[in-house]
């Protein structure tokens, strides 16, 4: 059974930066398109990063240039730099693994709070 677990949410002031961490386990990570999404409260939940198996990256407008996704295949071990943070990047920030076959599982999700 496949898990993932987020980590390294927080408060944050303006300007800020915070790196988050999702951990998988239960699955062949390298083959894995990994990614990042977020909710805030009120919207839907919405794209912000997505990692291919061969580390392909692709961006939300609204983040680009300020957060970087990574991977770590040793590690399972997806990450979220962000950096410049704004008070709009307060979210719910979750997870999302999708197998070779389509299969998708998400993470619990993690706060991220940013105070202007």
């Known amino acids: 059974q496949v898990q993932l677990v987020e980590s390294g949410g ?3 002031q303006a300007g ?3 790196t988050l961490s999702c951990a998988a386990s239960g699955t062949i990570f390298n083959f894995n398109v990994m990614g990042w999404y977020r909710q805030a409260p009120g919207k839907q939940r919405a794209l912000v990063a997505t990692i291919s198996a061969g580390g392909s990256t692709d961006y939300s407008d609204s983040v680009k240039g300020r957060f970087t996704i990574s991977r770590d295949n040793a590690k399972r071990t ?3 730099q962000m950096n410049s943070l704004k008070p709009e990047d307060t979210a719910v920030y979750y997870c999302k693994s999708v197998r070779p076959l389509g299969l998708v599982n998400w993470g619990p999700g993690t706060q991220v709070t940013v105070s202007s």
Request: glycine share 22%; charged share 0%; aromatic share 22%.
């Open 10 to 12: 927080g408060w944050v």
């Open 78 to 80: 997806v990450y979220l």
């Open 16 to 18: 800020g930066s915070l």
